[in-house]
Nanobody
Framework: QVQLVESGGGSVQAGGSLRLSCAVS????????MGWFRQRPGKEREFVAA????????SYADSVKGRFTISRDSAKNTVYLQMNSLKPEDTAVYYC?????????????????WGQGTQVTVSS
């Protein structure tokens, strides 16, 4: 049974940074393409960033490109989302997801496992 546990959320002022972590248990993180999604208040869940199973390819939503970076540490079986230059509109619950696929995935239905989410609040 694969489990994903997010951590690192919190409250920060606009312009600040946070790093989210997603610890994978049950299988090695290199078995999956991994992704981050978020759900803002009153909105549907949306794609943020993804990394391929090989970790050689990444993909980002236009709204976070240049500010967020997804990475993977296979030794720690963990995926990260480094978030810089945060804006109030980045306020959301952030979810980690794993897909039994090779390529970075942008569509939520393509993911097989999900974490419980971690709250990120950015104040102006």
């Amino acid at each position: 049974q694969v489990q994903l546990v997010e951590s690192g959320g919190g409250s920060v002022q606009a312009g600040g940074s946070l790093r989210l972590s997603c610890a994978v248990s049950g299988r090695t993180v290199s078995s999956y393409a991994m992704g981050w999604f978020r759900q803002r208040p009153g909105k549907e869940r949306e794609f943020v960033a993804a990394i391929s199973r090989s970790a050689l390819s990444t993909s980002y939503a236009d709204s976070v490109k240049g500010r967020f970076t997804i990475s993977r540490d296979s030794a720690k079986n963990t995926v990260y989302l480094q978030m810089n230059s945060l804006k109030p509109e980045d306020t959301a619950v952030y979810y980690c997801a794993a897909a039994e696929r090779a390529y970075a995935q942008k569509l939520a239905p393509n993911y097989d496992y999900w974490g419980q989410g971690t709250q990120v609040t950015v104040s102006s």
